[in-house]
């Protein structure tokens, strides 16, 4: 199995070299990797931050594992060849629609949530996202009005068959878990949001055993500080997903620690951490792989068909933090060495 690992920037290549190592430990030989260049240092290389080389490797391997993009000197560059364009530019290259983004809270790591530990600790959701549609990759653009001021401009819109295909996904999510989807719109305001909701409610006659709940994005982002454990799956477009998902990171502890998958509809994947580059203290050990690691576990649950050696790693990690590891977002002093070394001394 080919896995294209493409670090990135900032913090990117030290978290993917910890999660290398755990992947060796438990897979071994099983898998193959090849290493491509995205984000700043793709453009330094090669004047894209996604090139045809790095394209090419991602489209013949069984999976991506993508470790983080962005640098400040890429913000004077036009849009189209910023950083960021790598990852919006491989989900609409390999049609990776459905972004899923688990968020528990490891008992161990109470302390670290910004909510009360009673509150933090029923945390146990998974938000799925729509990722190929939305603002990100609606019309964009700057215009002048009429009086000749600068005016700037960006379509959301979805139609009905990119929601349907999403909302299926939520529900398939929802019903392998506790059986409960709320669909996240803003459908008192924006038509987008009203057909999402339309045809959302049109899909869940296909799941009778789904208990289907709507509520707008701005309850929702107070509903997850205030009572994040009535959730189980949250179902939502590319802008409110985009998010939610960081503001539930930091309900379960650290945004270093939540992985993601987004997949396409044969579930071939790129997994990444949702954390970013963190150019402030990149090079400098203070990383935490934990995410990335996590990320690699769903890779093996999810793409490639190996569920017993991503618990094994999820274990691990478990293990891990029971025994005290801890980075500087965490509260602690390990290294992004030393906290790959404590999950590989779990197994």
């Known amino acids: 199995m080919?896995?294209?690992?493409?670090?990135?920037?900032?913090?990117?290549?030290?978290?993917?070299?910890?999660?290398?190592?755990?992947?060796?430990?438990?897979?071994?030989?099983?898998l193959s990797y090849e290493e491509g260049h995205v984000g700043y240092v793709a453009y330094e290389a090669a004047g894209h931050p996604l090139p045809e080389e790095t394209l090419a490797i991602a489209r013949k391997?069984?999976?991506?594992?993508?470790?983080?993009?962005?640098?400040?000197?890429?913000?004077?560059?036009?849009?189209?060849?910023?950083?960021e364009q790598a990852i919006l530019g491989l989900r609409k290259e390999l049609t990776l629609f459905a972004n899923l983004r688990p968020a528990k809270l490891f008992?161990?790591?109470?302390?670290?949530?910004?909510?009360?530990?009673?509150?933090?600790?029923?945390?146990?959701?998974?938000?799925?996202?729509?990722t190929n549609g939305d603002v990100y990759f609606g019309e964009k653009g700057m215009r002048k009005t009429a009086t000749g001021r600068r005016e700037g401009y960006d379509i959301m819109s979805y139609d009905e068959d990119e929601?349907?295909?999403?909302?299926?996904?939520?529900?398939?999510?929802?019903?392998?878990?506790?059986?409960?989807?709320?669909?996240?719109?803003?459908?008192?305001?924006?038509?987008?949001?009203?057909?999402?909701r339309d045809v959302v409610i049109e899909v869940s006659a296909e799941?009778?055993?789904?208990?289907?709940?709507?509520?707008?994005?701005?309850?929702?982002?107070?509903?997850?500080?205030?009572?994040?454990?009535?959730?189980?799956?949250?179902?939502t477009g590319n802008l409110f997903g985009d998010i939610l998902s960081d503001q539930a990171s930091m309900c379960a502890g650290s945004i270093g620690m939540l992985p993601s998958a987004t997949l396409d509809v044969n579930k071939k994947g790129l997994y990444e951490p949702i954390h970013g580059s963190a150019p402030d203290i990149a090079g400098q050990g203070k990383a935490n792989p934990l995410a990335t690691i996590l990320s690699a576990a769903m890779m093996l649950r999810y793409s490639l068909g190996l569920p017993a050696e991503a618990d094994r790693i999820e274990a691990a990690v478990a293990a891990a933090l029971a025994a005290g590891a801890r980075s500087p977002d965490l509260g602690g002093t390990h290294t992004t060495v030393q906290m790959g070394d404590a999950v590989l001394a779990a197994f």
Not at 61 to 83: E, H, K, T, W, Y
């Open 61 to 83: 391997a069984d999976a991506v594992l993508f470790g983080a993009i962005g640098d400040p000197r890429g913000d004077s560059l036009s849009r189209d060849l910023r950083p």
């Open 107 to 130: 008992p161990e790591l109470a302390d670290a949530s910004a909510l009360r530990p009673e509150v933090a600790s029923a945390i146990d959701l998974v938000i799925v996202r729509e």
């Open 163 to 196: 929601v349907a295909r999403i909302a299926r996904v939520g529900f398939e999510t929802a019903r392998a878990r506790r059986g409960k989807l709320c669909s996240v719109d803003k459908a008192n305001v924006l038509e987008t949001s009203q057909l999402w």
């Open 2 to 30: 080919l896995i294209a690992l493409f670090p990135g920037d900032g913090i990117g290549p030290e978290v993917i070299a910890q999660a290398r190592r755990v992947l060796d430990a438990v897979v071994g030989d099983r």
């Open 207 to 235: 799941y009778p055993d789904v208990s289907l709940s709507h509520m707008y994005v701005d309850n929702a982002a107070m509903q997850l500080v205030r009572n994040p454990g009535q959730f189980d799956v949250i179902v």
